[in-house]
């Protein structure tokens, strides 16, 4: 086997396994799903600031996860900030509590843009090569003989939730003192349901709302052990919903499916990211009823855990596409509660 193949065998290898046990995870977490009703450490309505004379409609934003696909928020944000849509709060899952939660903090879409295609966000996230980490496991086992137990996962995510607090002004290190209201969705190891971080610090929040199964270790919190919101809520519309907002705008990364030759399913991992898509896919069904509009840029076929900045750049390309394209129905249904609410206040001015 020519050097370079060997090299790519072993790279793929370890990454095929973490997504198998990813997917295993997932579709545990669907047989749970009608059991599991969203909870919190504060009752979302406390989160989003209500004034009865604002007479323009309160847009929350759901950011989803699917990983590198996820880029696709920061062309949204572009836009909708570019048009001048209001962003009165922001609910984020995994790669969009990443992109959302910095964004809410103050930090500028060129900004968040640029952190991404340099891979400075990813070098904080993964912090050794996968392969590499895997090679590892033996001397991390070493621990385990004298008794030390560390939770299970590759990285621990200290470095990923210090880069997200030190990217921020100091007074953005806690939720609740955020100029725009932020929470982060994950989901708690303990009881199996999802959780909203709606106060504490935001690199932690982050770090949970984006521990990947298997990958990083459990975030302890809160009397709770969470990984990964997109076990449980990887559109977290109906969160979003919570927080009370006239106008609640989803932004869904998942693959659009289309029918594939039985010939894809030959090569290594095909399997596995068909399967991990379709469980992304199916946990989001009852999010995407919560929202009022769904903006779902066209990301098919970049890989959950893609490294390379092309992918990056297509996915904001392809998420700036959707949130114009989405323009006249968001405009329309601003006026429409604007209406409502001027219309209501002349009422009651009576």
Request: aromatic share 6%; with cysteine; net charge positive.
């Amino acid at each position: 086997m020519p050097k370079f193949g060997l090299l790519k065998f072993k790279y793929n290898l370890p990454k095929l396994g973490q997504v198998l046990l990813l997917g295993g995870l997932s579709l545990f977490s669907i047989s749970q799903r009608s059991l599991a009703q969203p909870t919190s450490d504060m009752p979302l309505q406390a989160v989003l600031k209500h004034d009865k004379s604002l007479k323009r409609a309160r847009v929350v934003l759901a950011l989803g996860g699917g990983g590198t696909r996820g880029c696709a928020h920061i062309g949204v944000l572009r836009v909708l900030e570019r048009e001048g849509i209001p962003i009165d709060g922001i609910v984020g899952t995994s790669i969009g509590a990443i992109v959302g939660g910095l964004y809410a903090a103050g930090m500028k879409v060129d900004e968040i843009e640029h952190r991404m295609l340099n891979r400075s966000l990813l070098k904080s996230y993964q912090t050794v090569p996968i392969p590499l980490r895997v090679a590892l496991i033996p001397i991390f086992f070493v621990p385990r003989i004298f008794g030390h137990r560390p939770y299970d996962g590759l990285y621990r995510g200290n470095r990923f939730r210090n880069y997200l607090n030190n990217s921020v002004p100091e007074a953005d290190h806690q939720i609740e003192a955020l100029t725009i209201p932020f929470v982060a969705v994950a989901s708690n190891l303990l009881d199996a349901k999802p959780y909203a971080i709606a106060r504490g610090n935001l690199g932690l929040a982050i770090q949970a709302s984006s521990a990947i199964p298997v990958l990083r270790r459990p975030v302890p919190m809160n009397g709770l052990l969470l990984v990964d919101g997109g076990l449980q809520a990887n559109l977290p519309a109906k969160q979003a919903k919570q927080l009370g907002g006239d106008i609640v705008i989803a932004v869904d990364v998942d693959e659009t499916f289309t029918n594939l030759s039985e010939k894809e399913f030959h090569r290594a991992g095909s399997v596995a990211k068909r399967v991990i898509n379709m469980v992304l896919a199916k946990v989001d069904e009852d999010q995407i009823a919560a929202a009022d509009v769904v903006i779902h840029p066209a990301v098919n076929n970049i890989s959950l855990l893609s490294t390379r900045p092309k992918d990056a750049r297509f996915a904001i390309a392809q998420g700036e596409a959707a949130a114009t394209a989405a323009l006249p129905d968001i405009r329309s249904r601003l006026d429409k509660v604007a209406r409502l609410k001027i219309a209501d206040q002349v009422q009651g001015a009576e």
